[in-house]
């Protein structure tokens, strides 16, 4: 599966997506788990902003070797899913491509799709949407300007919504794969399936603790460094 991330400048949030993306495809040898990112007003060929690079740091990724691009049809094209960190940007890449509608959400959406329906593929996903009621905004605000605090803020939203999306996706794709959640002992939030059924819509299963209930990596990473 390709997934493409799309936010604004395309030097923070995409990247962020992006980066732990491929951390989770290299730590669990997901070699069909592909990702990219691009901004619809990107700061062509900035490199990631510093405190971005800590954040993706501290959650296990790379952010390496990245120059920001802008968003063009043929990256919409070419992806199996489409994650924007807005709703606004949502619908400006549907505005792009039209006919991407039925694999484009927001990574808050697709995570509270899946969350609660049990969905497990994008068609699956696109099939619940319109079934479940949306309870508040579901965007990832822009931390660039902002404190250390508020981009670990930002790195843990997206890995707890990211993280047990794809591995669940993953899992339904190859029921036979086995997975390594990361512990403890790791150093990073652990990588746990999501929980699904319109049952379970109204508790928290344990399964779902997040990066938040861990000790927050990237929080470290960006606190060791100022």
């Given at each position: 599966?390709?997934?493409?991330?799309?936010?604004?400048?395309?030097?923070?949030?995409?990247?962020?997506?992006?980066?732990?993306?491929?951390?989770?495809?290299?730590?669990?040898?997901?070699?069909?788990?592909?990702?990219?990112?691009?901004?619809?007003?990107?700061?062509?060929?900035?490199?990631?902003?510093?405190?971005?690079?800590?954040?993706?740091?501290?959650?296990?990724?790379?952010?390496?070797?990245?120059?920001?691009?802008?968003?063009?049809?043929?990256?919409?094209?070419?992806?199996?899913?489409?994650?924007?960190?807005?709703?606004?940007?949502?619908?400006?890449?549907?505005?792009?491509?039209?006919?991407?509608?039925?694999?484009?959400?927001?990574?808050l959406e697709a995570y509270r799709i899946a969350k609660v329906s049990g969905?497990?593929?994008?068609?699956?996903?696109?099939?619940?949407?319109?079934?479940?009621?949306?309870?508040?905004?579901?965007?990832?605000?822009?931390p660039v300007g902002l404190s250390p605090q508020q981009y670990c803020?930002?790195?843990?939203?997206?890995?707890?919504?990211?993280?047990?999306?794809?591995?669940?996706?993953?899992?339904?794709?190859?029921?036979?794969?086995?997975?390594?959640?990361?512990?403890?002992?790791?150093?990073?939030?652990?990588?746990?399936?999501?929980?699904?059924?319109?049952?379970?819509?109204?508790?928290?299963?344990?399964?779902?603790?997040?990066?938040?209930?861990?000790?927050?990596?990237?929080?470290?990473?960006?606190?060791?460094?100022?």
């Amino acid at each position: 599966m390709h997934v493409l991330f799309v936010c604004s400048g395309n030097v923070c949030r995409s990247v962020i997506a992006e980066r732990l993306t491929l951390a989770v495809a290299a730590d669990h040898g997901l070699q069909e788990l592909t990702a990219e990112s691009a901004g619809v007003r990107a700061l062509v060929g900035f490199p990631v902003e510093p405190l971005a690079a800590q954040t993706i740091t501290g959650l296990g990724g790379d952010a390496s070797n990245f120059k920001a691009r802008r968003l063009k049809a043929e990256m919409v094209h070419r992806a199996d899913l489409v994650l924007t960190m807005t709703e606004k940007i949502r619908d400006q890449v549907r505005e792009l491509v039209p006919a991407a509608l039925p694999r484009t959400f927001t990574l808050l959406e697709a995570y509270r799709i899946a969350k609660v329906s049990g969905a497990r593929t994008v068609v699956g996903l696109h099939a619940a949407r319109d079934d479940l009621a949306y309870v508040g905004r579901e965007n990832i605000s822009d931390p660039v300007g902002l404190s250390p605090q508020q981009y670990c803020d930002v790195g843990d939203k997206i890995a707890e919504a990211l993280v047990p999306l794809l591995l669940a996706m993953h899992a339904h794709q190859h029921p036979q794969a086995t997975l390594r959640p990361r512990s403890a002992a790791d150093g990073q939030p652990p990588l746990l399936l999501i929980d699904g059924g319109r049952g379970e819509a109204g508790r928290r299963p344990e399964s779902l603790r997040t990066a938040a209930q861990s000790p927050r990596p990237a929080r470290r990473a960006a606190e060791s460094a100022g």
